[in-house]
Nanobody
Framework: QVQLVESGGGSVRAGGSLRLSCAAS????????MGWFRQAPGQEREFVGA????????YYVDSVKGRFTISRDNARNTVSLQMNTLKSEDTAVYYC???????????????????WGQGTQVTVSS
């Protein structure tokens, strides 16, 4: 069983930055691909970005490319999402997700993840 705890959410003006962190209680963190998703009010949860087990691969949804960066620290069992140049449409609850893999792929679909955090709110005001 893997427990994920997100932190770092908050309110920021458009153009600002936030850094989200996710702490994982996985026995072997490097076994897991890690992803970030978000869900805005009244909308479905959507993929934001993912990083493979050993950080060889990252992938982002087009709307955040060039603004968001996902990284992981396998020594500390954490994954982070650096969000720059935030826009009002980035407002959502952000979720960390994990899935145990034997390959070094990135996973972009909700159904590909077995473990989820509780989420952290990000609010961007214009």
């Amino acid at each position: 069983q893997v427990q994920l705890v997100e932190s770092g959410g908050g309110s920021v003006r458009a153009g600002g930055s936030l850094r989200l962190s996710c702490a994982a209680s996985a026995p072997t963190f490097t076994d897991y691909v890690m992803g970030w998703f978000r869900q805005a009010p009244g909308q479905e949860r959507e993929f934001v970005g993912a990083v493979s087990r050993n950080s060889v691969r990252t992938y982002y949804v087009d709307s955040v490319k060039g603004r968001f960066t996902i990284s992981r620290d396998n020594a500390r069992n954490t994954v982070s999402l650096q969000m720059n140049t935030l826009k009002s449409e980035d407002t959502a609850v952000y979720y960390c997700a994990a899935d145990r893999r034997v390959d070094d792929a990135v996973i972009t679909v909700i159904g590909g993840y077995d473990y989820w955090g509780q989420g952290t709110q990000v609010t961007v005001s214009s």
